[in-house]
């Protein structure tokens, strides 16, 4: 991740995912500048002529969806406002997670301050209190379609800003009339076009994304990293790493992953004692790393680039020009990002597959010096082998969920909204998907560093050696049976924690090495 800025200006600045976490996380300060101000005021000063002069506007005079032609008097303008937000508030299931609804915040707010959306600035002063005091609404997992913007999750999301729905402040759950008590605030006034500034849009799903971004970039990271221990391991050929073969298929993926992969195993005396062996080739799974976890990098960077424009984008409706120009369009669609999430889906989904096939590899005992189920002593011990189960489990898993959300379309609003995205619930299955990777790549570290023990006393690289260091301080060498789900849960923790990212870091600054990998800049960066 990029090195993220103290301050962020709303609606002036460019946003990509690692600032919009580092403002969720209390990093970076969001603002509004005063630019910006003068462009939401000049906004909302325009919705309020529009209003004067009569003239129907979708949204602003008139209802929404099929309701388009039915005209809103003067006087009705406010109320209707409101009851938008109360009558699409219909989420359903459990609650997103408290940062994803805090990012949906911060992603409206950089929405909104651009200026073209009508919304008053006391409003979006409120909200911004919200991000500032970690008030956070609770917000349904369900309900979304994805088209139309999100409008259950945001309605919900912005139910707080009139008095209603539930907050989580500062960790403690409650209602929003509670919230006033304590802090002596009140409701907002919406004005005219507000409620529908404020739930037409894509924040649900490029929240989502952003987490998709997030955690997918750090199991690419770390599946390459296992995926050489385990070449060490099993004392795999580096010959399928060399640039000259990938030189001629130049994926920017492949590339990478192939250079790093062959950075990670530079020195090491494992690789250096079985130089001149017999073997012709590797099984797949350890021979097309570069192809397989290089196609999901590709997949990755196609979903931080969409993201990146979305994230900087106006997604609601009607966007307003001027006076004279307000557009009824289509900008809160969310098929740019439903399409590029399933595909993100779909590429943690095969590095579970190939993570899963690595770790039955391991346990063939196919390998010189490697017995069969990583273990010494078996029949009195089953050593690895039902860890295996498990990972097949979430493998088989994934490829049910792989299913593309964005596949699906169920007309809604009578119709009005014939075609929706379901981007919504491709953005939270590509999360559950890559949940279950982090387990899966957690298993297959524990397999490889038992593996990479039976090398002994050769030793690997600087690299390779420090991270066998670092989950030996978690996981000690199985020579019987024991437990095996704790030492699963303590993998799963330093997966979630990067401990292996953080021990090849801590060899770079301690023997100032640098890896010069090609396109590290766009892999590694977000």
Not at 55 to 68: E, H, R, S
Request: proline share 4%; hydrophobic share 40%; aromatic share 6%.
């Amino acid at each position: 991740m990029l090195k993220a800025p103290k301050t962020f200006n709303f609606g002036e600045d460019h946003l990509t995912a690692g600032i919009a976490l580092s403002i969720a996380r209390g990093k970076t300060k969001g603002l509004i500048s005063d630019f910006s101000r003068i462009k939401i005021r000049n906004s909302s000063k325009t919705v309020a002529n529009i209003v004067e002069k009569g003239d129907p506007v979708y949204g602003i005079n008139t209802g929404f969806g099929p309701l388009c032609t039915t005209k809103i008097s003067k006087e009705e303008t406010k109320i209707l406002q409101s009851n938008i937000l109360k009558s699409h508030s219909v989420g359903v299931g459990e609650p997103i997670d408290k940062e994803i609804a805090k990012l949906m915040l911060i992603l409206k707010m950089n929405s909104l301050a651009q200026g073209y959306s009508g919304i008053a600035e006391t409003t979006l002063d409120r909200i911004l209190w919200h991000i500032d005091n970690n008030a956070i609404p609770i917000v349904p997992s369900q309900g979304s379609v994805g088209a139309s913007g999100d409008l259950a999750p945001l309605s919900h999301l912005f139910l707080p800003l009139i008095g209603l729905g539930k907050v989580d402040y500062n960790g403690y759950i409650m209602e929003t009339s509670s919230l006033f008590e304590k802090t002596e605030m009140e409701s907002v006034d919406l004005g005219p076009k507000e409620g529908l500034a404020l739930i037409n849009g894509t924040q649900f799903i490029a929240a989502h994304a952003v987490k998709v971004v997030e955690k997918l970039q750090s199991c690419l990271a770390q599946a390459d990293i296992i995926g050489a221990m385990m070449i060490e391991g099993l004392q795999g050929s580096i010959k399928p790493f060399y640039n000259e073969l990938h030189a001629l298929r130049p994926f920017k993926g492949n590339l990478y992953v192939a250079k790093k992969v062959k950075r990670l195993l530079k020195g090491s005396e494992i690789m250096e004692d079985h130089a001149n062996c017999d073997r012709v080739q590797d099984p797949y799974s350890l021979r097309c790393i570069p192809q397989v976890h290089g196609a999901s990098r590709n997949a990755w960077l196609h979903l931080k680039e969409l993201l990146e424009i979305e994230l900087n984008s106006v997604t609601d409706n009607p966007i307003i020009i001027d006076e004279e120009l307000t557009i009824s369009g289509g900008s809160f669609h969310g098929q740019p990002l439903a399409m590029a999430l399933d595909y993100a889906c779909l590429a943690a989904s095969e590095v579970g597959n190939i993570s899963d096939r690595r770790i039955y590899l391991a346990l063939e005992g196919n390998s010189p010096g490697v017995p069969k189920l990583l273990m010494n002593e078996t029949g009195i011990n089953s050593g690895y082998m039902i860890l295996q189960y498990t990972t097949a489990a979430l493998a088989s898993e994934n490829k049910g969920l792989c299913f593309p959300s964005s596949a699906d379309s169920i007309p809604t609003s009578l119709g009005q909204e014939d075609h929706v995205s379901m981007g919504s619930i491709g953005g939270r299955k590509a999360l559950q998907v890559i949940g279950n990777v982090e387990k899966i790549l957690a298993i297959e570290m524990l397999t490889a560093a038992q593996a990479f023990e039976f090398r002994k006393p050769l030793k690997s690289g600087l690299f390779l050696e420090e991270v066998h260091s670092e989950i030996r301080k978690k996981v000690a060498f199985a020579d019987k049976d024991r437990v095996f789900s704790t030492d699963i849960e303590a993998g799963i923790e330093m997966i979630q924690n990067r401990t292996i990212l953080n021990a090849i870091e801590k060899v770079k600054e301690r023997e100032q090495l640098t890896m010069e990998i090609p396109f590290a800049d766009e892999f590694e960066n977000y």
